[in-house]
T-cell receptor, first 114, second 115 residues
Framework: EDKVVQSPLSLVVHEGDTVTLNCSYE??????LLWYKQEKKAPTFLFML????IEKKSGRLSSILDKKELFSILNITATQTGDSAVYLC??????????????FGRGTQLTVWP | GAVVSQHPSWVICKSGTSVKIECRSL??????MFWYRQFPKQSLMLMAT?????????EQGVEKDKFLINHASLTLSTLTVTSAHPEDSSFYIC???????????FGPGTRLTVL
């Protein structure tokens, strides 16, 4: 059975702290892994990772994938209150088998206090 | 960036009525669109996958006669909740896959409340 496990489920930090969010997965016909941020509404896209060991960066956020260990992390440095959200990790299957569907974990609820 | 819109953003209806939700990719063509449902404090649950011009593929436990999906063009998919009941009240979200990048972009969601 396909599975996505995110940890921690919940994290409370103060502004300026650095956080690391974890995602382990077991997905048949894995193609890539996507990270999303969800606030009040629908998820917004952060990163798409396809290759192992290549870090993707966007401002204070960065992410990396380990396809051998079936693991990804999302780092946020110098956190701000606006980073408070649920962060979702979503491995994607290849298009041939399931049209590229995403598998979602429960997400990590990040709360940043001022 | 890729934009996906949904309409309406919220809807309140009486039990027994049908509700149609539209999902559009505004600046890209989407061969495949996905429909999700999300209950409070829970993650997204995939309901169905739709390909333009063909029948949708429903996840186990999702009634295809209750949740009608039509994907008539490369930029539009619709979800119709037929004979809605209070237990159908939820947040419905669509996503569309950009053909070039294979990245899924989500619409803003539709909050359905059935009285």
């Amino acid at each position: 059975e396909d599975k996505v496990v995110q940890s921690p489920l919940s994290l409370v930090v103060h502004e300026g702290d650095t956080v690391t969010l974890n995602c382990s997965y077991e997905v048949t016909n894995f193609r890539s892994l996507l990270w999303y941020k969800q606030e009040k509404k629908a998820p917004t896209f952060l990163f798409m990772l396809t290759s192992s060991g290549i870090e993707k960066k966007s401002g204070r956020l960065s992410s990396i994938l380990d396809k051998k260990e079936l693991f990804s992390i999302l780092n946020i440095t110098a956190t701000q209150t606006g980073d408070s959200a649920v962060y979702l990790c979503a491995p994607q299957a290849d298009r041939g088998s399931t049209l590229g569907r995403l598998y979602f974990g429960r997400g990590t609820q990040l709360t940043v206090w001022p | 960036g890729a934009v996906v819109s949904q309409h309406p953003s919220w809807v309140i209806c009486k039990s027994g009525t049908s509700v149609k939700i539209e999902c559009r990719s505004l600046d890209f063509q989407a061969t495949t669109m996905f429909w999700y449902r999300q209950f409070p404090k829970q993650s997204l649950m995939l309901m169905a996958t739709s390909n333009e011009g063909s029948k949708a593929t429903y996840e186990q436990g999702v009634e295809k006669d209750k949740f009608l999906i039509n994907h008539a063009s490369l930029t539009l998919s619709t979800l119709t909740v037929t004979s809605a009941h209070p237990e159908d009240s939820s947040f419905y979200i669509c996503s569309a896959t950009a053909q070039v990048t294979d990245t899924q972009y989500f619409g803003p969601g539709t909050r359905l409340t059935v009285l």
